[in-house]
Structure formats: structure tokens, C-alpha cells
């Protein structure tokens, strides 16, 4: 099994900054694909932001030139940088990874989930 475990969530005021992060450990090859899903109440969830192991990189249109993602491959780890927050973003925001296990069965698996709060 493959886990994921976020943090750097908090409350912030608007147009501050916070940086999530999300480790993925256990039966690990590789790891294709990391993305950041959100959910606000009463909402869907939604990429926020996506990272390739190549580092090709994919925004959702209202987080582009705000937040940044970033990976270290080598320690499995996955960021999003987040500036100019505004009472929109707030939601909670989930680690997502599919890859590879040592078997060289595809996974998919998915953080709890940390809560960023952006008061206005």
C-alpha cells in the first residue's frame, strides 16, 4: 500500500501565503503522476495543480501565477506553494499520486486531506 500524508494547512488572511506538502511512503517504484485536488463545502472537488516525474506541469486556471508546485522525486514528496490567497481558496485540500509499486502494479492513492482557511 502506498500512503500520503499532508500538512501545511492553516488560517490565513487574505492575500497571504502557505505552503502545503504531501510525503508518499510505503510500496513504492515510481511515481508518475502528483496532483493537488480541493474541495470548499458544497462543492465538487478540483484539480488544483498537477506535476509529471518529467516536471511537466498543469494549473487550474484560477491558481495560475498564484500557487506553484514543485516535487522532489527522490524523497516521494510533492509541494504547492500558495501566494495571494484569497476567501476562494479556502477548502480542503488533498495529496493525489499514481505510480508504480515494486510489483510494477499501477496504484492510486490519496491523502486525508488538510484544511486551508483564507479569512477575508
Known amino acids: 500500500q502506498v500512503q500520503l500524508v499532508e500538512s501545511g494547512g492553516g488560517l490565513v488572511q487574505a492575500g497571504g501565503s502557505l505552503r502545503l506538502s504531501c510525503e508518499a511512503s510505503g510500496n513504492i517504484f515510481s511515481i508518475n503522476l502528483m496532483r493537488w485536488f480541493r474541495q470548499a463545502p458544497g462543492k465538487q472537488r478540483e484539480l488544483v495543480a498537477a506535476i509529471t516525474s518529467g516536471g511537466d506541469l498543469n494549473y487550474a486556471d484560477s491558481v495560475k501565477g498564484r500557487f506553484t508546485i514543485s516535487r522532489d522525486n527522490a524523497k516521494n514528496t510533492v509541494l504547492l506553494q500558495m501566494e495571494s490567497l484569497e476567501p476562494e481558496d479556502t477548502a480542503v485540500y488533498h495529496c493525489?499520486?499514481?505510480?508504480?509499486?515494486?510489483?510494477?502494479?499501477?496504484?492510486?492513492?490519496w491523502g486525508q486531506g488538510t484544511q486551508v482557511t483564507v479569512s477575508s
Open positions: 493525489n499520486a499514481i505510480g508504480t509499486n515494486v510489483a510494477r502494479a499501477w496504484f492510486e492513492s
